[in-house]
């Protein structure tokens, strides 16, 4: 057995813990940037009760950022954090789902620190950034997917460069996440189902890739066996709050597991797609992958991939994960091909490019390493 474990993150977790937001805000000043996306954080009603419950603790000016688009870019970054130093903020609150939370995490490092946010795409742990400079943040999720309020990762996109990469840092995880269920309430069946399938993903990858963490396992595991019960009961019943409770908890497990563990293939294929078609949501990108990948990566790990097997109830025989898989996906309406995503066959190539000159770190841990050219025969396979 081996592990490490720390997280500097205050979770409160809970139905109604958004009420607490102002008394966990008021320690970090009388100033807040609230950033979040376009329509459903106003749409649900939570940026307003976001900002009465700063208003009721003190806090004495809010603005609101509400530019965060899918896919978030650096571009997005930059502009937020010429604001935050312009306008002297204390602290960022992120509101909604892993866009706007990553480009909150992503915000504070910037504005806190020199550049801009693709100098610190792939940035070495280090001297050079200055931690008590950098703002405090807070993370309210409105999905049940992502667990970047609880983690150190920020994705961003640059549509120059078509890349999607990974800020992963440890001066980039929030000071706070306030993890309401009740908040997720209002998200749609497809959003449940793609924030669902990112965070099942999570599980998966975390628990069955080769860093040895077993504590991590623990907690990946845990949320896969949640969220296979419990993701096609929140897409029955969406006001189901005991089902979007366990899909919060299983998120928020899983944004822990992959701190620790990272992830894998299915991940580093995942982004080189999103990055060049960004209407693709990033759990349908992992969804059309996730077969053959799977397929591909049992072998290398059939000890981690029998448990998967007996977590998701098809019986004892690693190989079988394979079908748990599938079955999982058709079950909660996302068993579908790159094809159906829009992907041009032509671009296949360029994707399996990408994934070997963008996403090599994670070659090692995944299951079993692997070549550009099985890369490219895994694409050809979830092209469909
Ligand atoms: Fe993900």
């Not at 474990?5 to 102002?22: A, K, T």
């Not at 992120?94 to 504005?111: I, N």
């Not at 759990?283 to 000890?303: D, H, I, M, Q, S």
């Amino acid at each position: 057995m081996k592990f490490e474990f720390y997280l500097p993150v205050e979770v409160i977790f809970g139905v109604g813990s958004l009420n607490r937001l102002g008394e966990v805000a008021r320690r970090f000043g009388f100033k807040a940037i609230l950033v979040t996306g376009r329509q459903s954080a106003r749409k649900s009603g939570a940026l307003e009760k976001a900002i009465d419950s700063l208003k009721r603790h003190g806090i004495k000016e809010v603005l609101v950022f509400d530019e965060v688009e899918p896919n978030p870019t650096d571009t997005t970054v930059n502009q937020l954090s010429r604001l935050i130093v312009e306008e002297k903020v204390d602290f960022i609150v992120g509101l909604g789902g892993g866009s706007a939370l990553d480009v909150a995490k992503a915000s504070s490092l910037v504005s806190s620190n020199e550049g801009s946010a693709w100098d610190y795409v792939n940035y070495p742990e280090g001297p050079r950034l200055i931690p008590f400079l950098n703002r405090p943040v807070i993370c309210v999720p409105t999905t049940a997917g992502t667990g970047s309020e609880v983690n150190r990762y920020s994705v961003i996109s640059s549509p120059v460069r078509k890349e999607k990469m990974v800020i992963s840092h440890s001066l980039n995880y929030p000071k706070a996440a306030i993890v309401d269920p009740e908040l997720t309430v209002s998200m749609s069946r497809k959003l449940t189902a793609v924030t669902g399938v990112d965070a099942f993903m999570h599980a998966l990858e975390a628990f069955t890739n080769r860093v040895e963490d077993t504590f991590a396992d623990h907690l990946a595991i845990t949320a896969l066996s949640i969220i296979k019960e419990w993701l096609p009961i929140a897409l029955e019943e969406p006001e189901n709050l005991k089902a979007r409770a366990q899909m919060s908890y299983a998120a928020t497990l899983a944004g822990i597991a992959i701190d620790r563990k990272r992830v894998a293939l299915i991940h580093g294929m995942e982004h080189p797609v999103s990055a060049h078609y960004p209407h693709v949501a990033h759990g349908e990108g992992l969804a059309a992958l996730a077969p053959a990948v799977t397929e591909f990566n049992y072998r290398g790990n059939p000890e981690k991939y029998k448990v998967v097997a007996e977590v998701l109830g098809c019986g004892s025989e690693p190989h079988r994960a394979v079908d748990c898989v599938v079955r999982f996906l058709e079950k909660v309406g996302l068993l579908i091909t790159l094809k159906d995503l829009g992907v041009e066959k032509e671009k296949l190539e360029r994707l399996a490019e990408d994934v070997y000159l963008l996403a090599r770190g994670l070659f090692l841990i995944n299951p079993v390493e692997p070549s550009i050219e099985d890369i490219y025969k895994l694409y050809e396979k979830a092209y469909g």
